[in-house]
């Protein structure tokens, strides 16, 4: 069935496509963020301040204030339903949890601790943004006296902030942009050619993709870029040669991260990404 057999209107049916796309940008960001985190946990625990700053960073500017726009906005359109009420009390009350959660990583004395407090924050989200997709914007967009598209401009203008990823050419559904060049990147030391792995890796957090869902692949990445610092680096583990989303971190930040194959399949491509 089609997300427009689901909406009173057509422009509806548009807008609930784009909210799911949204959600689906979020988790891909945070997923990266905490990817990254558990990542430097788990390799170098030394290394975990970076990464936790980066994830609390990104639900600062972009995780909470969502949050708060859609109370605003689509939840109190919502509660006005009679059948939403109760679950959209429910989804606050998980808001504040989300929050909760947040004021927990930033305050961890331990890198385990952290590592907890941001595995949970990612499953709680996840589950959250399933509620809200499945059951909220669904409602929505097919109660005829509401109108999503207008509750959810309505909302993106009380968040009044920009995602730096959403610049990215087709990071919208995870694939690549064919209008976007696909070059090859110039590469530095062997490209792992050799098998000597091309650059010295320690303490650097990797990122393995390969069992990422294909739409969120793209933000995850994006999110685990965030999150490394001017000076650092990280080891991206993909299931092919990733030129359209080489092209597409190049697109959305020019020069900033410089690129070495440190494999080439036939399982797995390893890339080396440093952060200028």
């Known amino acids: 069935m089609s997300a427009l057999t689901l909406a009173s209107a057509p422009e509806d049916a548009t807008a609930l496509e784009a909210a799911e ?14 990817g990254l985190l558990l990542t430097a946990a788990e390799s170098d625990p030394r290394t975990v301040e970076g990464p936790r700053t980066g994830l609390v960073a990104f639900c ?3 995780l909470l204030p969502h949050a708060a726009a859609e109370e605003d906005t689509l939840y109190a359109a919502a509660h006005r339903l009679p059948d939403a009420r109760l679950l959209v009390e429910a989804l606050i009350g998980e808001h504040r949890r989300l929050a909760a959660l947040v004021d927990a990583l930033r305050g961890a004395a331990a890198p385990v601790a952290a590592a907890a407090d941001a595995r949970a924050l990612q499953v709680l989200f996840e589950e959250h943004v399933v509620k809200e997709n499945g059951m909220v914007l669904s409602l929505l967009a097919r109660e005829p006296g509401v109108s999503l598209a207008q509750l959810l401009g309505d909302m993106h203008g009380r968040v009044g902030h920009h995602t730096p990823t959403d610049g990215a050419a087709g990071a919208r559904d995870g694939r690549g942009d064919s209008t976007v060049n696909d070059q090859e990147p110039e590469e530095t030391g062997c490209g792992g050619a050799c098998g000597c792995g091309g650059a010295d890796e320690a303490g650097v957090p990797e990122l393995d993709v390969r069992q990422v869902p294909h739409a969120l692949r793209h933000a995850t990445v994006f999110g685990a870029l965030d999150a490394v610092p001017a000076g650092g680096a990280m080891v991206l583990v993909a299931p092919h040669d990733p030129l359209p989303l080489l092209a597409q971190i190049e697109h959305r930040a020019p020069g900033a991260f410089a690129v070495e194959y440190l494999q080439r399949g036939p399982e ?4 080396l990404l440093s952060h200028h």
């Open 60 to 62: 600062e500017r972009d």
């Open 21 to 34: 796309a949204h959600h689906a940008h979020l988790v891909g960001q945070m997923a990266g963020h905490v």
């Open 268 to 271: 797995a491509w390893r890339l």
